[in-house]
């Protein structure tokens, strides 16, 4: 293998990475649909996913790791609890909240205004370029979203889910991808501080856990369970490894090999994946508008992968 070549292997996959990230992202409405029905509070769907997701990750590092992977500079533990903070009250509970209150397609879309907030925090934070080619991606990107949601056009009056529009509704959506901006945004200050990928999230999913215990109702995690305790055992691991333990990991890979911003818009991916979901799963066949609207995120995330010419490039601002 060339060198050439070989620089360029870690860069293509982590853009498989964050692209998995985010389709594993995709698949959350269909876990918190679920618990939701059976009574779990959000707080409660939030702390089952966090709490498993750090059991299994700090278990995994306990038996294969290397145990200085959980320590944390002093100064540096604000880092880790922001990133919870951020991750389990902002990302996880607001667009938990947001799934519940709006349909899923406006739950989407809310959640895929997070890339804006990203690029717009990373160009001072991270001092990243504002490049033209990263804005058309995105405007392109979130444009398809807003079509593949079913929002739009004939698709409107059959979205999945359940709840409609109402402007607190949308607020919490917000402040949703505000939360994952912020994920990104603290993920970046931990890896530009040196911290494995491991680490970052073992401590994401701790603090997030810890911050949601108070408010959980264990006595209906208990209850759910033994009603049905290989089906629910399953289910509440499978939410939190796909809904959490795997894309984080993934994500945070990702972003050692690219900027906060295009990793953002990357992950943007997650509508296509779940419109594929609803056509496998429910057999919901998608219009033209939607089957536009993905073909509009895919040509934007190609968009944002093509190669750069440094010369031409330009930046915005």
Same mark, same amino acid.
């Given at each position: 293998?060339?060198?050439?070549?070989?620089?360029?292997?870690?860069?293509?996959?982590?853009?498989?990475?964050?692209l998995a990230a985010g389709c594993m992202w995709g698949s959350i409405g269909l876990?918190?649909?679920?618990?939701?029905?059976?009574?779990?509070?959000?707080?409660?769907?939030?702390?089952?996913?966090?709490?498993?997701?750090?059991?299994?990750?700090?278990?995994?590092?306990?038996?294969?790791?290397?145990?200085?992977?959980?320590?944390?500079?002093?100064?540096?533990?604000?880092?880790?609890?922001?990133?919870?903070?951020?991750?389990?009250?902002?990302?996880?509970?607001?667009?938990?909240?947001?799934?519940?209150?709006?349909?899923l397609s406006l739950a989407s879309i809310l959640l895929a205004t997070a890339p804006?907030?990203?690029?717009?925090?990373?160009?001072?934070?991270?001092?990243?370029?504002?490049?033209?080619?990263?804005?058309v991606a995105m405007i392109v990107v979130f444009g398809g979203s807003v079509l593949?949601?079913?929002?739009?056009?004939?698709?409107?009056?059959?979205?999945?889910?359940?709840?409609?529009?109402?402007?607190?509704?949308?607020?919490?959506?917000?402040?949703?991808?505000?939360?994952?901006?912020?994920?990104?945004?603290?993920?970046?200050?931990?890896?530009?501080?040196?911290?494995?990928?491991?680490?970052?999230?073992?401590?994401?999913?701790?603090?997030?856990?810890?911050?949601?215990?108070?408010?959980?109702?264990?006595?209906?995690?208990?209850?759910?369970?033994?009603?049905?305790?290989?089906?629910?055992?399953?289910?509440?691991?499978?939410?939190?490894?796909?809904? $959490? =333990?795997?894309?984080? /990991?993934?994500?945070?890979?990702?972003?050692?090999? *690219?900027? #906060? !911003?295009? @990793?953002?818009? &990357? +992950?943007?991916?997650?509508?296509?994946?779940?419109? $594929? =979901?609803?056509?496998? /799963?429910?057999?919901?066949?998608?219009?033209?508008? *939607?089957? #536009? !609207?993905? @073909?509009?995120? &895919? +040509?934007?995330?190609?968009?944002?992968?093509?190669?750069?010419?440094?010369?031409?490039?330009?930046?915005?601002?």
């Open positions: 293998m060339t060198g050439a070549r070989a620089a360029k292997t870690p860069a293509a996959i982590a853009v498989i990475a964050v876990f918190v649909r679920y618990l939701d029905g059976l009574g779990y509070s959000p707080l409660t769907v939030v702390f089952s996913r966090m709490s498993l997701a750090a059991a299994l990750l700090g278990g995994f590092l306990l038996l294969t790791g290397d145990r200085r992977l959980f320590c944390v500079r002093r100064r540096d533990v604000w880092v880790m609890v922001a990133a919870g903070v951020s991750s389990a009250v902002l990302l996880n509970l607001f667009y938990s909240i947001s799934i519940v209150m709006n349909a804006i907030f990203v690029v717009a925090l990373s160009a001072p934070l991270f001092r990243e370029r504002v490049t033209t080619q990263k804005v593949t949601s079913g929002i739009v056009g004939s698709g409107a009056a059959g979205a999945p889910g359940g709840g409609g529009f109402s402007p607190f509704g949308v607020l919490v959506g917000l402040l949703g991808a505000l939360g994952w901006a912020m994920l990104g945004v603290m993920s970046r200050v931990a890896l530009n501080r040196g911290y494995h990928a491991l680490t970052i999230n073992f401590y994401t999913f701790f603090f997030g856990a810890l911050g949601c215990a108070p408010f959980a109702d264990f006595t209906l995690i208990g209850a759910t369970v033994a009603a049905a305790p290989l089906k629910m055992s399953g289910f509440l691991l499978a939410h939190a490894l796909v809904s $959490a =333990l795997l894309p984080y /990991i993934l994500y945070t890979y990702g972003m050692r090999f *690219m900027e #906060t !911003g295009t @990793a953002a818009i &990357l +992950a943007s991916v997650d509508p296509v994946f779940a419109a $594929a =979901l609803g056509f496998f /799963i429910y057999g919901e066949r998608p219009d033209t508008v *939607m089957l #536009t !609207g993905m @073909a509009m995120v &895919l +040509a934007g995330l190609a968009a944002l992968n093509l190669p750069k010419n440094p010369k031409r490039e330009k930046s915005i601002g």
